[in-house]
């Protein structure tokens, strides 16, 4: 670069226009010497302070496709107002997953959004947005199909915002959520459900709980019908880890027609492998389906709403001769 350091100060801003294209020009091609590119970086520090927003503006925008910047000029340009910061945050990728979601409690709300509208953001990253972020930023996170939604991430919109509609609206039609993440959704806003059901109208507690339960089962069942096997008993395990695998939800799914649930409790419950539960299922032999409810440790009506389950969607039951 030609033009001295110092000599910034006392340049107007045409010039400094003129300079942020040209050293953003420098820092985008990798041909130079270590001292040059040094040079250039400070040259590009003093513009990303200068007092002329129009300077700034300049500066970021040519910058925002250029990877050989250092940290600290990335960060400063970044943290700066709106209409500088927005460019850059858009396109840059000069900084990594960790590099983001470290900026981001320094960040204004603003920011937040940009970066939260970016393709192929991390974990850590979305992760930071829903912990220090508004309503607004979560939403747009939650919206953003490029993240991966991971558990953490939805528990964390949770923890934060299992009130707030304008989030858990875009989080509860996501379609890669997993089954556990899904039960959870629908737990917390069920609970909310139930608090309005009792303020506005002021129902009985048994019949709102009534109404609760079979909401939620039926939105769980919607997500377990398009589900694949190994979906499903990820989810039973999961919700045997939890304490919450119980007679009555294992009999509402085989009711249902899911018999891969049944499957997966059966075995989780009875400490059989889930291949010999699958043997005994596929066999349809009445007393070995009965011994195998038994020592899953389910009464006898369940015994009998299951088989009665297995005969209504065709699956065979054979009688054998000691039954």
């Given at each position: 670069m030609d033009l001295a350091l110092g000599t910034l100060v006392n340049a107007d801003r045409l010039e400094k226009v003129v300079l942020a294209k040209r050293v953003s020009r420098f820092l985008a091609t990798a041909d130079h010497g270590e001292e040059e590119m040094e040079a250039a970086s400070n040259i590009a520090r003093a513009l990303a302070q200068d007092l002329s927003i129009q300077v700034r503006e300049t500066l970021s925008f040519e910058l925002r496709l250029c990877r050989?910047?250092?940290?600290?000029?990335?960060?400063?340009?970044?943290?700066d107002i709106e209409s500088v910061?927005?460019?850059?945050?858009?396109?840059?990728?000069?900084?990594?997953?960790?590099?983001?979601?470290?900026?981001?409690p320094q960040l204004e709300e603003h920011a937040h959004m940009r970066i939260a509208r970016r393709r192929g953001i991390g974990e850590q990253t979305a992760f930071a947005l829903l912990a220090n972020g508004s309503d607004k930023t979560a939403a747009i996170v939650v919206?953003?199909?490029?993240?991966?939604?991971?558990?953490?991430?939805?528990?964390?919109?949770?923890?934060?915002?299992?009130d707030n509609e304008r989030v858990i609206e875009p989080l509860s039609v996501r379609q890669d959520l997993s089954l556990s993440a899904v039960e959870r959704i629908i737990r917390r806003v069920s609970e909310n459900y139930k608090r309005v059901l009792m303020a506005n109208y002021s129902l009985p507690?048994?019949?709102?709980?009534e109404l609760v339960f079979k909401t939620q089962y039926e939105t769980l069942?919607?997500?377990?019908?398009?589900?694949?096997?190994?979906?499903?008993?990820?989810?039973?395990?999961?919700?045997?880890?939890q304490g919450r695998l119980n007679e009555t939800l294992t009999l509402e799914m085989v009711e249902r027609g899911?018999?891969?649930?049944?499957?997966?409790?059966?075995?989780?419950?009875?400490?059989?492998?889930?291949?010999?539960?699958?043997?005994?299922?596929?066999?349809?032999?009445?007393?070995?389906?009965?011994?195998?409810?038994?020592?899953?440790?389910?009464?006898?009506?369940?015994?009998q709403r299951i088989c009665r389950a297995l005969k209504i969607n065709e699956i065979s039951v054979k009688r054998g001769v000691s039954a």
């Open positions: 050989n910047i250092p940290y600290d000029l990335a960060a400063r340009i970044i943290g910061s927005g460019p850059f945050i858009a396109d840059s990728l000069t900084l990594d997953d960790g590099q983001w979601a470290g900026l981001v919206a953003n199909t490029d993240i991966v939604m991971s558990d953490r991430l939805c528990d964390k919109a949770l923890e934060r915002f299992s507690k048994k019949l709102v709980a069942w919607k997500q377990i019908a398009k589900a694949g096997p190994a979906q499903v008993h990820g989810y039973v395990v999961d919700l045997k880890r899911s018999f891969q649930f049944l499957g997966s409790a059966l075995a989780l419950e009875s400490e059989a492998t889930l291949g010999k539960v699958r043997a005994v299922l596929e066999r349809g032999e009445l007393r070995e389906i009965l011994q195998l409810i038994h020592e899953a440790g389910y009464g006898k009506s369940a015994a």
